[in-house]
């Protein structure tokens, strides 16, 4: 595997379920994104994760609960999620996240969410 | 805040050279990125700009002008695959990066 892989490509979910997305890259990065892109709207940050500690938290909602075991890999988990969170939701990796250097970031292919 | 404004769709034919404005209204920020993304996939890099002027990467080149909260992204003979939208985006210091809501860009042949 090479570049930033995620899974599952597709999921649906009832609004009681519990599920979660996973994110690795394959980069030798030290930071990693969750970003949510919904039909019509830009591409929103959640979090970010800097060497494994979560650096931003841009507002979201407790339902959505992410974890970063290591810099290789990213989880996003799921529950008691509601229809209007139903979206793509991409995973980013870069080399460096302070905003200081022209490091661009790594999107995975996205994982399509669906909330019934 | 930061406002991004990009056009939602533009048209063009092969062959042609098309420009992809953005503009924004922020306190202050490191770089501008552009990004493309075809429908479907995940975005891809294309350019960065942190001083004012002209980058030029192919087929591609982007401009930055801080003075007027300005940048485009210029697209020179264009290909059928060139299709797919472009994404202005902000990098602002200890942050991620903040998107625009992109350009639906349609190649014609």
């Known amino acids: 595997e090479t570049g930033v892989t995620q899974t599952p490509r597709h999921l649906v979910m009832g609004m009681t379920n519990k599920k979660s997305l996973k994110c690795e890259q394959h980069?030798?990065?030290?930071?990693m994104y969750w970003y949510k892109q919904s039909a019509k709207k830009p591409l929103e940050l959640m979090f970010v994760y800097n060497f494994k500690e979560q650096t931003e938290n841009n507002s979201v909602p407790s339902r959505f609960s992410p974890e970063c075991p290591n810099s290789s890999h990213l989880f996003l988990h799921l529950h008691t999620l509601q229809p209007e969170d139903s979206a793509l939701y991409l995973c980013?990796?870069?080399?460096?996240?302070?905003?200081?250097?022209?490091?661009?970031?790594?999107f995975g292919p996205g994982t399509r969410l669906t909330v019934t | 805040g930061q406002n991004i404004d990009q056009p939602t769709e533009m048209t063009a034919t092969e062959g042609a050279i098309v420009q992809i404005n953005c503009t924004y209204q922020t306190s202050g920020f490191n770089g501008l990125f552009w990004y493309q993304q075809h429908a479907g996939e995940a975005p891809t890099f294309l350019s960065y700009n942190v001083l004012d002027g002209l980058e030029e990467k192919g087929r591609f080149s982007s401009f930055l002008s801080r003075s007027k909260g300005y940048s485009y992204l210029l697209l020179k003979e264009l290909q059928m695959k060139d299709s797919a939208s472009y994404l202005c985006?902000?990098?602002?210091?200890?942050?991620?990066?903040?998107f625009g809501k992109g350009t639906t860009l349609s190649v014609s042949s």
């Open positions: 980069l030798g990065h030290n930071a």
């Open positions: 985006a902000l990098r602002k210091a200890g942050t991620a990066l903040i």
């Open positions: 980013a990796s870069s080399q460096d996240p302070t905003g200081l250097s022209s490091y661009e970031q790594y």
